[in-house]
Each structure stands twice: as C-alpha cells, then as structure tokens.
C-alpha cells in the first residue's frame, strides 16, 4: 500500500511533522514544513500530552499574539516608547528617554526581584540561573550577597513577579534600563533596595509599581492601540492563509473568540486581517470576519474568565456599546457578547471540557487557568521557537559538548566508593562546563534561551510542558495535519529508566518489527504514529482515561 503523504512522526519524538502532498505554501514562498532531523522544524506541532484531533468538538482562539501575530521588534519598540513617555509625564527625568528598546535582552519568564531590583532567570525550583542587575550580569559573590541559597521562594508573591507573556518583553527591558540609569547616575546614592536623592528615597518596589501602573495605562488608556491601528501593516502579521485553516475548522466543529480586548479595536484588528481587496491573495473567497466564528465574546478578563467570570452582556456591532442588561438568551449567529465565562461558552455552544482545544500565547491567563479550572485542550503559541530551533540546530554541538562532560565527570568516579580517599580533581571541568553553558546563552540572546540553561530547564520550559498539551510557533501550522490525526506524546523516561539501553528505530524499522501486528489489525504500516488508531483497549485512544 503506498504511504500516507502525511503520515510521518514517531513515538520518540515530541515533534509531529506531517507532510502533506497539497499544504498551501507559506507567505513568502518559504517551505512549509521541515522533516525531522533535515530542518529546524518550525512549522511542526509539538506533543506534551497525547491529543486525539478527531475528538476536539470545538476550536477556541484568542487574540493578540494567537489570531493577531505583531512584528517583532516594531511592536515592542511602539510599547516601550510608550511607556517612557508615561514614567517622564509622571515625574521620572528625561535622560531615560534616550533608551531604546535592545530585542537581544530580555526572554520571557524572568522574574522580577522587587526588593534588591534584580532580573533573574529561574528553574522549577526556584533555584537561580541567571541574575542581572540592570544590564550588568551578577556572578559568585554578588549573588550570593542577594541570594545566600541561590534560590528564591516563588510562592512570595509580593517580592518575586514573574514577566510570562509576550507583552511583558518590553517590561522586563524597561526594568533594566530604569536600574542602569540610576545606579550610574552620579546625582542618586546606591542602596542595596533602592536609591537615595537627598531626602527622598526610591525603593525597588516603588519602581515596580510605576511600571505596572505605566503598563495599564499603555494598555487600558488606548494609547498603544491607537498607534497599532494608525498603521497596521507596520505592527500586525497578515496571513492569507487564516481564512482558509479556520474554513476548515469550522467544517470539523465549531469556533470560538474570547479576547481581553474591547469590541473596537478586535474589530479593527480582525477586519485586517480577513481583509484581502487591497490585492493580497485569500485562499478562500473573502467574507466578514465574524462569519468565521460561532461565537465571539470580547472584554473576557482572562483569567477571571475561567473562574466566575463577568455579567455576560450583549455588543451592538453597529456602535460598538454594550446593550443594557444580561444576556440570558441562546446563541445568535454572528453576534458578539461581552464578559461572560468559560462556563457560558460551554453553555451556548454545547460543548465540554476535553471537547475544547484552545489556543492562546499566555501561559497563565490563556493556557493554565483553563486547563486546571476546566478541564479544556490546550495549545500554547511560542513565537520564539523559530529562533530558538534555529539556534538548536545550528549550535548542537555545544550541547553534545555538555553531555560529553556529565559522561567524563560520572567516568571519574566510577571505580570509587565509599572506601575511597581519592578526590578527582574536577575543577577544570566545572570552569569548561561554565565556559560551554554561557556560549550556548549567548547564541539566543543576552539572558539566553527561553527554555534552557546549559543542560538546565527553566522555570517558562516547566510550565510548558506541565500545562499546554501542544505548542508550536504558530497555530497556523495546523494547516498540515488532517483533523482525524492522533498526536502522540512520547514516554517520558524517568531517571532509573534512562538507565537502561533501548534501541531506538526509524519509521521503516518500525514498520517492519509492527508488520505482523499491522496485518492482523487492518492498518497500513505508514500511520503507526498516524491518525487513526484502535481505541479497544482500556484508555481512550489519545492515551487519557
């Protein structure tokens, strides 16, 4: 039987890449898939936990950084302008205006230290991988001043913030630039939580508040989406391809929008992007945006929205405001509700818990809160992973160094024992292992990967991998996989398990060692990690109970 066109992943991999034979190309004419092991595999989806496509009833979205992709670093520039000429409208000297926004520092899911003004870059734990103090970088004594454990409590709240979303970029730089400016300012004291200037005292955590304040007014005053809306083609990815994926999901199941922004301005965005008369070639014929959509519900307050929510309230599309009243009626075609809940999604559209997939960029407002408080689907959009795969790729070989010096480190002790009074000598090693970890940060960017230190996980790369079931560069990269497809995530070993040699095969060993299995089923060997499987055992056949 000839192979499935789509049909290539395994079960040892968490990267799914189907390849169909008619995907539509990229914008740009660029390829749009990467088999495993020949490319950086940015248009792949990425498996956490085993996801049956053929189950999924309904597709949730939300929408900035999801449906509506920003230019990156234009976006972020906009943002950061913003936000100095707020902190100076406010009282802070003018000098800070001359910064400009670096896209090489910050990473997303930095921690924020309020009382000593630090940036730090966490595991799971808590336990410290990377610290600076405005641009400058801490090591050995100097963080141990700060840090006498070299962990933190995140649970602490009030001290330690944590900058997740993609909106918190500019934040994070803004930070270090507030920090470099006054501890290099002659006029102001240095204080290990603040700074002096003759009788006034500005503490750490009072920055912190301005800048959080700087960042609601950026974003609540309209301020940020009144520069995005007067050139949209300079702030906003446009997609020809969007119409056609969400056409086909909407064939499959229903759609639905939750997005924290206001009827306006999602308006605005959508139209644009669903906008093709201006020349730009649509994959499908061109109609009004909402028609896409079951369901469309602005002003969400996530993730307020996946708890008790809002007064759900109905949207005049003609004005714009909102209709006196709650809303307690059935679902109406094209209409556009406002608030609401997760609940009342589930209500008007008839669908439950892992009925849902939904999409978003936000690991805790969009992808963490809806997978523990209801149960949904979920599928994280990480933008950085085009970078980020890059830099894997092209770099491997430090890695390999790394794991070529755990194994000569585990070498040095391995005829030793208890009895022994031998002492390797493995200071050198430990200076080379430094050494390759920060040659390996340096090749993403001033604080490093996103999900990495050296061999070590970050706290962002934890989180990823507890709560989104899927993630990948860009939701559009669904476009490649047909929706009876089963993505399967593979064993994860524990340490004891790792222990123990297992060979690994190929998709055509594969098939040959499952052939007589294959036979007896019915199944062409080609869609062993495919879409169909058989569901006659005792899990579902997505691998959940």
Same mark, same amino acid.
């Given at each position: 039987?000839?192979?499935?066109?789509?049909? &290539?992943?395994?079960? @040892?991999?968490?990267?799914?890449?189907?390849?169909?034979?008619?995907?539509?190309? @990229?914008?740009?004419?660029?390829?749009?898939?990467?088999?495993?092991?020949?490319? *950086?595999?940015?248009?792949?989806?990425?498996?956490?936990?085993?996801?049956?496509?053929?189950?999924?009833?309904?597709?949730?979205?939300?929408?900035?950084?999801?449906?509506?992709?920003?230019?990156?670093?234009?976006?972020?520039?906009?943002?950061?302008?913003?936000?100095?000429?707020?902190?100076?409208?406010?009282?802070?000297?003018?000098? +800070? =205006?001359?910064?400009?926004?670096?896209?090489?520092?910050?990473?997303?899911?930095?921690?924020?230290?309020?009382?000593?003004?630090?940036?730090?870059? $966490?595991?799971?734990?808590?336990?410290?991988? $990377?610290?600076?103090?405005?641009?400058?970088?801490?090591?050995?004594?100097? +963080?141990?001043?700060?840090?006498?454990?070299?962990? +933190?409590?995140?649970?602490?709240?009030?001290?330690?913030?944590?900058?997740?979303?993609?909106?918190?970029?500019?934040?994070?730089?803004?930070?270090? @630039?507030?920090?470099?400016?006054?501890?290099? @300012?002659?006029?102001?004291?240095?204080?290990?939580?603040?700074?002096?200037?003759?009788?006034?005292?500005? /503490?750490?955590?009072?920055?912190?508040?301005?800048?959080?304040?700087?960042?609601?007014? $950026?974003?609540?005053?309209?301020? =940020?989406?009144?520069?995005?809306?007067?050139?949209?083609?300079?702030?906003?990815?446009?997609?020809?391809?969007?119409?056609?994926?969400?056409? &086909?999901?909407?064939? %499959?199941?229903?759609?639905?929008?939750?997005?924290? /922004?206001?009827?306006?301005?999602?308006?605005?965005?959508?139209?644009?992007?669903?906008?093709?008369?201006?020349?730009?070639?649509?994959?499908?014929?061109?109609?009004?945006?909402?028609?896409?959509?079951?369901?469309? !519900?602005?002003?969400?307050?996530?993730?307020?929205?996946?708890?008790?929510?809002? %007064? =759900?309230?109905? !949207?005049? *599309?003609?004005?714009?405001?909102?209709?006196?009243?709650?809303?307690?009626?059935?679902?109406?075609?094209?209409?556009?509700?406002?608030?609401?809940?997760?609940?009342?999604?589930?209500?008007?559209?008839?669908?439950?818990?892992?009925? +849902?997939?939904?999409?978003?960029?936000?690991?805790?407002?969009?992808?963490?809160?809806?997978?523990?408080?209801?149960?949904?689907?979920t599928f994280l959009v990480v933008p950085e992973l085009a970078r980020e795969l890059q830099v894997w790729t092209e770099k491997s070989e430090l890695f390999e160094e790394l794991r070529s010096l755990d194994l000569f480190l585990a070498e040095l002790y391995q005829h030793l024992d208890s009895g022994s009074s031998e002492r390797p000598d493995i200071s050198?090693?430990?200076?080379?292992?430094?050494?390759?970890?920060?040659?390996?940060?340096?090749?993403?960017?001033?604080?490093?990967?996103?999900?990495?230190?050296?061999?070590?996980?970050?706290?962002?790369?934890?989180?990823?991998?507890?709560?989104?079931?899927?993630?990948?560069?860009?939701?559009?990269?669904?476009?490649?996989?047909?929706? /009876?497809?089963?993505?399967?995530?593979?064993? !994860?070993?524990?340490?004891?398990?790792?222990?123990?040699?297992?060979?690994?095969?190929?998709?055509?060993?594969?098939?040959?060692?499952?052939?007589?299995?294959?036979?007896?089923?019915?199944?062409?060997?080609?869609?062993?990690?495919?879409?169909?499987?058989?569901?006659?055992?005792?899990?579902?056949?997505?691998?959940?109970?």
């Amino acid at each position: 039987m000839a192979p499935q066109p789509w049909a &290539r992943s395994c079960f @040892c991999c968490p990267l799914h890449v189907p390849i169909p034979s008619d995907a539509p190309s @990229c914008p740009g004419g660029a390829q749009p898939w990467s088999r495993p092991g020949t490319g *950086t595999h940015v248009s792949g989806i990425f498996v956490n936990r085993s996801l049956a496509l053929e189950k999924i009833k309904c597709f949730g979205f939300d929408m900035d950084y999801t449906l509506a992709m920003y230019k990156s670093p234009d976006y972020e520039e906009l943002a950061f302008t913003l936000l100095l000429e707020h902190l100076v409208s406010i009282g802070y000297p003018h000098e +800070i =205006l001359a910064y400009k926004y670096d896209p090489t520092f910050p990473t997303r899911g930095l921690v924020f230290d309020a009382l000593y003004g630090n940036l730090l870059k $966490v595991d799971s734990h808590g336990n410290l991988l $990377v610290c600076a103090h405005g641009f400058r970088f801490l090591k050995g004594a100097e +963080i141990l001043h700060y840090y006498p454990n070299k962990f +933190i409590q995140r649970d602490d709240m009030k001290r330690f913030h944590i900058l997740n979303t993609l909106f918190n970029l500019t934040e994070a730089h803004l930070y270090a @630039c507030l920090v470099d400016f006054f501890t290099n @300012c002659s006029r102001y004291v240095n204080c290990d939580t603040g700074y002096k200037y003759g009788n006034l005292f500005m /503490s750490f955590r009072s920055m912190f508040q301005d800048v959080r304040e700087a960042m609601d007014h $950026v974003h609540l005053s309209g301020c =940020l989406k009144e520069k995005t809306l007067e050139n949209l083609e300079k702030y906003v990815v446009k997609d020809p391809r969007v119409p056609l994926l969400l056409s &086909r999901m909407k064939e %499959v199941g229903k759609v639905f929008l939750a997005t924290n /922004s206001d009827y306006n301005y999602t308006d605005a965005i959508m139209s644009y992007l669903f906008d093709f008369s201006d020349g730009d070639k649509a994959e499908t014929p061109q109609r009004p945006w909402r028609s896409y959509f079951d369901l469309i !519900v602005v002003d969400t307050r996530k993730p307020l929205f996946f708890a008790e929510g809002t %007064v =759900l309230r109905q !949207v005049n *599309t003609d004005t714009g405001k909102l209709r006196i009243g709650t809303y307690t009626g059935p679902l109406q075609h094209c209409a556009v509700y406002s608030g609401g809940s997760s609940d009342m999604v589930c209500d008007l559209l008839g669908v439950k818990g892992k009925d +849902i997939l939904y999409m978003g960029d936000h690991i805790f407002g969009d992808i963490l809160k809806s997978k523990k408080r209801q149960g949904w689907r979920t599928f994280l959009v990480v933008p950085e992973l085009a970078r980020e795969l890059q830099v894997w790729t092209e770099k491997s070989e430090l890695f390999e160094e790394l794991r070529s010096l755990d194994l000569f480190l585990a070498e040095l002790y391995q005829h030793l024992d208890s009895g022994s009074s031998e002492r390797p000598d493995i200071s050198s090693i430990k200076r080379r292992i430094q050494k390759v970890t920060h040659e390996m940060d340096m090749c993403y960017g001033k604080m490093g990967s996103l999900f990495r230190c050296g061999s070590r996980q970050t706290l962002f790369a934890n989180q990823l991998m507890r709560y989104a079931d899927l993630y990948a560069a860009s939701f559009m990269n669904f476009l490649y996989y047909p929706f /009876s497809y089963l993505f399967r995530a593979p064993p !994860v070993l524990m340490a004891h398990e790792s222990t123990v040699e297992h060979s690994r095969l190929d998709m055509g060993e594969a098939g040959t060692a499952l052939a007589p299995w294959l036979a007896q089923h019915s199944l062409p060997g080609q869609q062993v990690a495919g879409a169909a499987q058989d569901s006659s055992g005792e899990e579902d056949d997505d691998g959940e109970a």
